[in-house]
């Protein structure tokens, strides 16, 4: 089982007598799936299991069903993350969830759920680019998932390819960082470019911007796929797959 703050919590509960040991194992199990109503069977244990946050889609979710699973969540873990959220969803969890702490980023359209604790962090650092400013709602969306998991992030918004004197100093201020994200649209050039000039890790995410034959993320995708740098390459508009296969090579840094 991977080593993660969570787990380091949990055992200090049991030192301390919050917990039993008992209580401890059923945590530990990882096999936590409860329902809730008869409309979703939800993953307790994710977080445990994997140092990786259970977050839930609310893109297409009727709002009381949203609401429900995340007041589940809350209650067992004492924080929820839902993405692709809108304004008005984000509304409708902070009335129905009103003792708890609801945050919403109308760039990443993330709710963040909490009942106050913070979270522990990793000591690992992520750091996140985006070629254009058409590419930052999906760079938020990979920047709170690694905050979510304990990193620290610095970001570099607009830096791309079309005036690549821009990166230079940006890097500058990144050289810290244990993982890099780079996301671009288009073309989807900056993430091999960005690979061929630092020693840690890249994960290129292609973002749903452009227009015309293999628009729509398609060409950026493409690109990254055939870069000669060395990167990992996510799905489009992926800043939660990003977000999160950052923060896990983040934390073994920081270790």
Aim: charged fraction near 20%.
């Amino acid at each position: 089982m991977a080593k993660h703050p969570f787990l380091m919590d949990l055992l200090e509960e049991v030192r301390t007598g919050k917990r039993t040991p008992q209580e401890a194992l059923e945590e530990i199990s990882g096999l936590r799936v409860e329902e809730v109503g008869s409309l979703a069977r939800i993953d307790l244990g994710r977080t445990l299991r994997c140092g990786i946050p259970e977050v839930v889609l609310a893109e297409g979710k009727d709002t009381p069903h949203l609401v429900a699973i995340m007041k589940r969540y809350l209650e067992t873990t004492g924080r929820c993350i839902a993405s692709r959220a809108t304004e008005e969803q984000a509304d409708a969890v902070r009335s129905g969830i009103p003792d708890a702490s609801c945050e919403y980023s109308p760039d990443a359209r993330m709710i963040i759920l909490s009942d106050g604790r913070p979270v522990p962090k990793t000591g690992g650092t992520v750091a996140i680019i985006t070629a254009g400013t058409s590419d930052i709602r999906v760079a938020e969306e990979a920047r709170i998932i690694a905050e979510e998991m304990g990193c620290t992030t610095l970001t570099a918004y607009d830096v791309g390819a079309a005036g690549i004197h821009r990166l230079f100093p940006a890097l500058q201020k990144l050289k810290d960082a244990d993982a890099y994200i780079v996301c671009a649209g288009r073309e989807g050039t900056l993430p091999a470019v960005v690979a061929g000039l630092v020693g840690r890790p890249v994960i290129g995410v292609p973002v749903s911007v452009g227009y015309g034959y293999m628009g729509k993320g398609e060409a950026a995708l493409a690109s990254m796929l055939q870069s000669c740098a060395v990167l990992a390459v996510v799905n489009i508009d992926a800043g939660f797959t990003a977000g999160a296969f950052a923060a896990q090579i983040a934390h073994g840094a920081g270790r």
